[in-house]
């Protein structure tokens, strides 16, 4: 009768810890870090993102053609399927296979520290065979941070 009544008090301890914790959010599941998933064709790696939605992403196209990337943007997941506020930004030569940074505002992501952006990134640019081209290079997940620049 005595094992009864230790193991009861144990489990009804153990049982309000766990009720402590869940009540507290220690279960509940948070992204594990920032990830840029690239379309086929391109890569993207490093995102980076401050409250005031200056985002900050390597970037590098596959493709197997010279780019000019002539404006950068970004929308949410929920956004129209061509975003119409594409970031005109100084031209960037890419060959196929180099990598640069783009740092760019995503006026969609601006919110206080620890805010979770879930969006997608669009890219014009111009090549040999086309001018103008828009089209969307990757899916991201980042979370705002206090970092000083991007």
Not at 109 to 138: C, D, E, M, S
């Amino acid at each position: 009768m005595e094992y009864v009544i230790t193991y009861g008090w144990a489990v009804l301890v153990i049982t309000i810890a766990l009720l402590f914790l869940a009540v507290i959010g220690a279960f509940n599941s948070r992204p594990t870090g920032n990830s840029c998933n690239p379309y086929p064709g391109y890569l993207c790696a490093d995102p980076l993102m401050n409250t005031t939605g200056n985002l900050s992403l390597t970037f590098s196209e596959v493709q197997g053609y010279p780019m000019t990337i002539t404006g950068i943007a970004c929308t949410e997941n929920n956004q129209e399927p061509v975003p119409s506020n594409i970031t005109a930004e100084p031209d960037i030569s890419l060959q196929s296979g180099d990598a640069d940074k783009l740092t760019f505002v995503c006026p969609a992501a601006v919110g206080p520290i620890g805010t979770l952006f879930k969006g997608q990134l669009w890219v014009r640019y111009n090549t040999q065979v086309r001018n103008g081209q828009i089209t969307h290079f990757a899916e991201i997940s980042v979370q705002d941070s206090t970092m000083r620049s991007v």
